[in-house]
């Protein structure tokens, strides 16, 4: 299963895959963002969230 990886190195934290994708991206208690475990995740939203992202730091691993 293919799965939403961020570059937190890269992250600005502007939270726009977070408006996004909310199911899937999410900031955690330091304020970083974090991807949920989920068991599969919606590619539409997470492909949006890549295009939209400013940093292009999220990508999907295999």
Sequence with gaps: MRRPEID???CNGCGTCIEVSPDVFRFNDLGFVQVADLDAYPEAEVDEAIA???ED???WSQ
Excluded: K, M, S, V
């Design 52 to 54: 939209l992202c400013p």
């Design 57 to 59: 730091c999220i990508y």
């Design 8 to 10: 937190l190195g890269a």
